[in-house]
């Protein structure tokens, strides 16, 4: 309705800044003649009346146009979080570098908003951690919109993974990943590096853990 709506102005624009145009050209004519015959004929003093009033209206008609035009365009609604959204998040990776994209860790967000997270070399993905706070509806909101913005419901699990589940070959990082929503559940294994959206999701879930459980610092 919005995209109608600034079509239906600009061409409505359009329409009328020729109408201006043309009137602005014949306006020094019209009015040389209307100069002519005001002395000579009332009727004549009429039919300029109304050359002016149209183009009142012209400049009125390019004015509404203009309006239209500036009316803000209807931006799509944000996704809904699903009632039964579950997010679970396994981390294999190596304590070594104490970086938190590569920590040992396990994350869960629970339908009323609440987010478990544990880190650990013993962490596994079957793992039920403590709770570590209860997120705000903004937070789940931007978790959810990560999620359907990327179709990571959808998300198959990279080649990498894949060997790496197998046996066939072994990941620095390994993230599994199970999303609940909709009455279906989804899980893929992927690696930092073949799911970039994987990524940025569990930078959101680091960023909203660790005020409250860090990273352990790198040993001096």
């Not at 919005?2 to 145009?21: D, H, K, P, W, Y």
């Not at 009316?71 to 998040?89: G, H, N, Q, R, Y």
């Not at 990776?93 to 920590?103: I, L, T």
């Amino acid at each position: 309705a919005a995209e109608r709506q600034l079509s239906i102005g600009f061409v409505t624009l359009l329409a009328g800044t020729l109408l201006v145009v043309v009137l602005g050209r014949l306006k020094p004519r019209l009015g040389q003649n209307w100069a002519r015959m005001h002395a000579n004929s009332t009727t004549a003093t009429k039919k300029n009346t109304k050359v002016r009033r149209a183009y009142v209206v012209a400049l009125l008609v390019v004015c509404s146009a203009l309006a239209g035009c500036r009316k803000p365009i209807a931006m799509p609604p944000k996704p809904t979080v699903p009632s039964d959204f579950v997010l679970t998040v396994n981390i294999r990776g190596d304590s070594g570098p104490h970086e938190p994209g590569r920590y040992p860790s396990q994350y869960i967000v629970e339908p009323d908003r609440r987010l478990r997270a544990a880190l650990g070399a013993g962490v596994s993905p079957h793992y039920y951690p403590k709770l570590t706070r209860v997120l705000t509806p903004g937070q789940m909101q931007s978790l959810w919109e990560q999620i359907e913005r990327n179709h990571l419901t959808a998300e198959p699990t990279s080649p990498t993974a894949e060997a790496d589940l197998l046996g066939t070959t072994s990941a620095p990082v390994l993230y599994r990943v199970t999303i609940i929503s909709h009455g279906r559940t989804h899980r893929y294994a992927t690696t930092p590096a073949e799911s970039p959206p994987t990524r940025k999701l569990i930078e959101q879930l680091i960023d909203l853990r660790a005020p409250v459980i860090p990273v352990p610092r790198r040993p001096d």
